[in-house]
Nanobody
Framework: QVQLVESGGGLVQVGGSLRLSCAASRNIGRIDLWAWYRQAPGKQRDLVASITSDHRTVYADAVTGRFTISRDKGKNTMYLQMNSLKPEDTAVYFC????????WGQGTQVTVSS
C-alpha cells in the first residue's frame, strides 16, 4: 500500500522549533513535487511550502523566513523545519506528493502555546 506518514508534530511554546518529517513508502514511484499543507480548526487547508524534484521551493508568506522545506531523495523523505513558531501556526500539518499519482498523509498536529 502506498502511503505518506508524517511525524514530528507536538506541543511547543511560542518561539520554539519543531521538525516535521514525511516518509513515503518505497512503492510510491517517482515524486515530482512534495508539499506541506496545514489546516487550522474551522479553516481551509492552505499550502505552507513546496519543493520540486530539482529543489525549487515555494513558501507561504506567513512562514517565509521561519520555515524551511527540504527533501532527501535517497530516504524518500521530506522535512519541514519550523522555527520561531507562533500561536497562529497551530494546525494539523499534512504532507502531499505528486508524481504518477497524488498522495496525502494523515496529518500531524502542531500546537503552539503562548
Amino acid at each position: 500500500q502506498v502511503q505518506l506518514v508524517e511525524s514530528g508534530g507536538g506541543l511547543v511554546q511560542v518561539g520554539g522549533s519543531l521538525r516535521l518529517s514525511c516518509a513515503a513508502s518505497r512503492n510510491i514511484g517517482r515524486i515530482d513535487l512534495w508539499a506541506w499543507y496545514r489546516q487550522a480548526p474551522g479553516k481551509q487547508r492552505d499550502l505552507v511550502a513546496s519543493i520540486t524534484s530539482d529543489h525549487r521551493t515555494v513558501y507561504a508568506d506567513a512562514v517565509t523566513g521561519r520555515f524551511t522545506i527540504s527533501r532527501d531523495k535517497g530516504k524518500n523523505t521530506m522535512y519541514l523545519q519550523m522555527n520561531s513558531l507562533k500561536p497562529e501556526d497551530t494546525a494539523v500539518y499534512f504532507c502531499a506528493s505528486w508524481g504518477i499519482r497524488n498522495y496525502w498523509g494523515q496529518g500531524t498536529q502542531v500546537t503552539v502555546s503562548s
